[in-house]
């Protein structure tokens, strides 16, 4: 069974750069069938697709954090890395990881529970 757990840090001040980890288990992040995507959703709105990286690595942004947002992963850990600059107490809001299988109409067919890393200085 896939699962994918999110985590950061305990709190973030205002204008810095959050870090995210997803942690993959049950399955490899190398996988040639699967993207790996990052999701938000902010305080009071629908869900927001972030970012997701390919099996080759290539990466690809959505356009309201695109400037200030980075994805990458970690093979050898089986971690995908979701970093963004200069947040706000609405900026990035909860965060999910979620598994996409672009082979079949690209369904997010597992997500982790999310997270959301307080803003505040």
């Known amino acids: 069974q896939v699962q994918l757990q999110e985590s950061g840090p305990g709190l973030v001040k205002p204008s810095q750069t959050l870090s995210l980890t997803c942690t993959v288990s049950?399955?490899?992040?190398?996988?040639?069938?699967?993207?790996w995507s990052w999701i938000r959703q902010p305080p009071g709105k629908g869900l927001e697709w972030i970012a997701y990286?390919?099996?080759?690595?290539?990466?690809y942004y959505g356009p309201s954090l695109k400037s200030r947002t980075s994805i990458s992963k970690d093979t050898p850990k089986n971690q995908s890395t979701l970093q963004l600059s200069s947040v706000t107490p609405e900026v990035p809001g909860v965060c999910y990881c979620?598994?996409?299988?672009?082979?079949?109409?690209?369904?997010?067919?597992?997500w982790g529970q999310g997270t959301q890393v307080p803003v505040s200085s």
């Open positions: 990286i390919t099996p080759t690595g290539t990466t």
């Open positions: 049950g399955g490899p992040i190398t996988s040639d069938f699967y993207y």
């Open positions: 979620a598994r996409v299988r672009y082979t079949s109409n690209f369904v997010y067919d597992y």
